[in-house]
């Protein structure tokens, strides 16, 4: 299927092609809306330590990779089945018929630092207490070091009908689930613009990675709807099981959304979750926190799942026993130095982390290099210093070629990083970044470089 062309990035001139080539010198050195990193310590560290490292997404790759750099003498192993490597921020692009499928699909092996191990099996059991883990083919692999970066858990089981194998036929999408799935949720969205008709948008209550994402695909349905002229003879509703007036956890951020929405005529019904989806039928079912369930006929519908620890990590003495992290069953890490609160020798990076924020690629640039020089300061004796602030981004589209920067960190608090780009101001610049630049400062994040 044919993708739109975007307004301007298709037909550049020279001054404006310089003027690209400025910018992203710009963003790969401020961080590209991913904040600038702690600098590494110069001088390597002698150390004959074993560090195994769960999980090889950035996260795991990231602090990989920088390691590797930083240890002289070190065995650093990866465990992970995935072979495919994907840039998950790309997925809406790509549900949204703005990217093609292979621009968010590389492989594991061609970042991967040498001299690296890689057990190509999943962690099955966490054996903390033995410093030690388990595979799915019964490995049984011991570490001086444990770096937690599996990511989490996408929890379609707790949405009764659901089927991911079903995203995209009977208008049904989801980005979230894989790349192939993105591309389905496309095709479902492609079909359901032609026509219009009623879209049901959700979104559950709870951690979960790019909370922005289900934000960026309902104003982008209503978009691809004015594009294809089939708007006004439509309908949006959010559902969502966050309380009334919320959609975002930061106010202002939070604000300036549903003032957009609003205007835009988005419908937004609070404390409703979806429990349950007929296919076939085409309806949707909500709850309320007091049982009140409500089934809603739609024409497309985008799930978004309530996520979750691995089973790996929430089985294991690794996860939160107390407090509100431990439902989920999240690794329980102190939010600043992202070390274990019970277990010195493991430290947790990306998705998996039982912290009050920070579940985007943005984050894990920002805090990758801090858990590669926390860990060193241990190996070499020293207590970690460096700090995280719980740094997190999300370029939020509100339309095809426009984009707010929204950066943010653990108090809420915006985090701009770049001075010519305003947080709640929407802006082709920021639209530019998503679309052109944020991938290749992903890909500098993944090789340690940044």
Not at 136 to 159: C, E, S
Not at 291 to 299: A, C, L, P
Not at 355 to 362: E, I, N, W
Request: proline residues 6%.
């Amino acid at each position: 299927m044919d993708h739109p062309t975007n307004p301007g990035p298709g037909a550049i001139d020279v001054s404006r092609r310089r003027w690209l080539r400025g910018l992203s010198a710009a963003t790969l050195a401020a961080g590209g809306g991913v904040a600038v990193a702690p600098k590494a310590r110069a001088q390597t560290t002698k150390t004959k330590a074993h560090i195994v490292i769960a999980g090889s997404g950035l996260g795991g790759i990231a602090v990989a990779n920088r390691l590797s750099r930083m240890l002289d003498g070190a065995r650093i192993t990866i465990v992970d089945a995935k072979q495919e490597h994907n840039y998950q921020p790309g997925y809406t692009l790509v549900a949204t018929g703005i990217w093609p499928v292979e621009k968010v699909r590389d492989r594991n092996a061609d970042y991967l630092p040498a001299g690296v191990e890689w057990v190509q099996e999943m962690v099955a059991e966490f054996d903390p207490e033995a410093n030690a883990v388990v595979t799915t083919g019964g490995k049984r692999i011991a570490y001086d070091y444990l770096v937690v970066a599996t990511g989490l858990h996408l929890d379609y089981a707790q949405i009764e009908g659901m089927d991911v194998a079903a995203i995209g036929t009977h208008g049904l999408g989801s980005v979230y689930a894989s790349p192939q799935s993105a591309l389905a949720t496309w095709r479902a969205m492609d079909a359901f613009r032609q026509q219009g008709g009623h879209a049901v948008m959700t979104l559950p209550a709870g951690p979960l990675k790019c909370a922005g994402a289900p934000l960026k695909m309902t104003f982008l349905v209503a978009d691809r709807l004015r594009q294809a002229g089939t708007l006004g003879k439509s309908h949006v509703d959010f559902f969502t099981g966050l309380p009334t007036d919320t959609v975002f956890g930061v106010k202002v951020v939070n604000d300036n959304v549903i003032e957009r929405w609003d205007a835009m005529g988005v419908e937004r019904h609070h404390l409703n979750k979806l429990v349950a989806v007929d296919i076939g039928a085409r309806q949707a079912t909500f709850a309320t926190p007091e049982g009140e369930r409500t089934e809603v006929g739609y024409d497309f519908l985008h799930v978004v799942p309530p996520m979750r620890a691995t089973d790996a990590v929430k089985k294991s003495a690794l996860a939160w026993k107390e407090g509100p992290m431990a439902p989920g069953g999240w690794l329980e890490v102190d939010k600043v130095t992202l070390r274990h609160q019970r277990y010195p020798n493991v430290f947790g990076v990306g998705d998996i982390n039982g912290t009050p924020r920070g579940k985007t690629a943005a984050t894990v640039k920002k805090s990758a290099p801090i858990v590669a020089h926390n860990l060193v300061e241990v190996i070499a004796g020293r207590e970690p210093d460096d700090k995280f602030d719980g740094y997190t981004s999300c370029p939020l589209i509100v339309r095809e070629g426009s984009a707010m920067l929204i950066e943010f960190d653990y108090d809420g608090k915006l985090t701009p990083s770049l001075p010519m780009i305003e947080p709640l101001q929407e802006s082709y610049m920021a639209w530019l970044m998503k679309y052109r630049m944020l991938k290749p400062a992903y890909v500098a994040v993944l090789k340690g470089r940044v």
